[in-house]
């Protein structure tokens, strides 16, 4: 028996998806923990990609069962969909997907609230507009619209009627946009209840029981560390908690039960949307970087600010998520590069900084102090052993190590699952 937990240790886009592939072809269970369809996790097996953005990664793993917990935001549009994609690859879903009934759903109005709060912002975050900071709100409101309701038509009419009209009052009178029909709202929603039925499990008791029978576990968060609304850098955030700690409560089970920590880590740093990034390159390098490593959002599409990676940010996520084990993405991208920077430092107003910020505006004046490392100047298609790196990629390696203090047990070199070194 073995529980796991697999989190973005940046800003997110640090490959998580391919690594929770890889680690699922030996467990029993992947179950996703937090986050909605904001996520975007890119899988590439033998040249054909797929885009995942609810289903855990593990399914494409023939034998392993799928948890959607009770953390996650359910927008049934995108989720049907993926599962139609998923099935037009002759991929099943019966009897392998299990989706928590305490679930909360996005609605059409967080999608509304999203875009219009994000336009008319003074500070825009840089979100998705996939509502799902408008349904978290909902749900720490008390107000959220879970599956389990609609297992009720008479509670579900209820509660969406309450909010619908709380709602069409602040689209109408603050951001003066069309109100929604109700009638049409709940037709949908209820015809969504009867594709999911099949779905909906008490997921938090089938992930103890099975923890209980031996069986092995792997947990998948989106976005990363960094993005947490707790530890990240608020407000330019997520609405959810990415870190280890939000495994726990965003699918039922104890913190005694974890086993490890797995840490995805980009071998350069990269950012979506606004907010401080002292790492950011703004000239050629980082223009090459977004290039190289074709570093477009794979939900929105939109660029990702690129730079050096940053240990000092790195420490701080090792610390807050407890990760024993880095997994190491896209070294193969700094091939061509002739020298090789790591933030090891922060300096503000003249004095280097014991820890990282807690507030954005010290991190927006950071000034990075950088350690270069020598690049290796050659491919690393084909590699298949630690041993075989180029001694300027282990020596990188081993300085993102001593940087962490944590091991890096897994080096990626391409997206595709096969190129892949396991230490």
């Not at 890889?22 to 885009?51: C, M, P, W």
């Not at 109408?172 to 049409?184: A, M, P, R």
């Not at 950011?280 to 290039?291: A, F, S």
């Not at 630690?386 to 001593?402: F, N, R, T, V, W």
Request: glycine share 10%; charged share 25%.
């Amino acid at each position: 028996m073995s529980v796991k937990i697999v989190v973005g240790a940046q800003w997110g886009d640090e490959g998580k998806g391919k690594i929770v592939d890889l680690l699922s072809d030996s467990v029993d269970i992947v179950a996703r923990y937090q986050g909605g369809a904001n996520a975007g996790h890119t899988i590439v097996i033998e040249g054909k990609k797929f885009v995942l953005h609810l289903i855990p990664s593990g399914i494409l793993q023939s034998d392993v069962k799928c948890v959607i917990g009770n953390g996650v935001v359910i927008d049934p549009v995108a989720l049907m969909e993926e599962i139609a994609m998923l099935e037009g690859f002759g991929i099943s879903m019966q009897d392998r997907l299990f989706i928590s009934h305490k679930a909360h759903l996005i609605m059409p109005y967080h999608k509304m609230l999203d875009k219009a709060r994000e336009s008319q912002a003074s500070a825009a975050i840089g979100t998705t507009g996939r509502g799902i900071g408008p349904a978290y709100i909902d749900k720490f409101s008390r107000s959220g619209i879970r599956i389990v309701d609609l297992l009720d038509r008479t509670v579900f009419e209820e509660k969406l009627r309450a909010n619908i009209e709380e709602k069409n009052t602040v689209l109408k009178k603050i951001y003066d946009q069309e109100e929604l029909d109700i009638n049409s709202i709940i037709g949908e929603y209820l015809d969504f209840d009867v594709k999911i039925d099949p779905y909906i499990k008490d997921t938090t008791l089938l992930l103890n029981q099975a923890i209980a029978e031996g069986k092995s576990v792997l947990m998948e968060g989106a976005q990363g560390a960094l993005l947490d609304v707790d530890h990240g850098t608020y407000p330019f955030v997520t609405s959810s908690n990415p870190t280890s700690g939000g495994a726990c409560t965003g699918l039922g089970v104890p913190p005694t039960k974890i086993d490890s920590v797995i840490g995805v880590v980009k071998a350069y740093t990269t950012r979506v949307g606004n907010g401080p990034f002292p790492t950011e390159l703004h000239d050629e390098m980082g223009e090459t970087l977004r290039k190289v490593g074709a570093e477009f959002g794979a939900t929105t599409g939109r660029p990702r600010r690129c730079g050096w990676l940053d240990g000092v940010a790195l420490q701080y996520s090792v610390m807050i998520n407890g990760i024993d084990t880095i997994a190491l993405t896209k070294l193969d991208v700094l091939d061509e590069i002739a020298s090789i920077g790591i933030c090891t430092g922060y300096e503000v107003d003249g004095k280097m900084l014991r820890s990282f910020p807690a507030n954005v505006e010290d991190l927006a004046k950071v000034i990075p102090h950088y350690e270069f490392f020598e690049g290796w100047n050659c491919s690393l298609a084909g590699i298949k052993s630690y041993e075989a790196l180029p001694k300027q990629a282990q020596d990188y390696i081993a300085a993102i190590e001593k940087i962490a203090g944590a091991k890096v047990g897994i080096v990626s070199l391409s997206p595709d699952r096969a190129d892949t070194i396991i230490r």
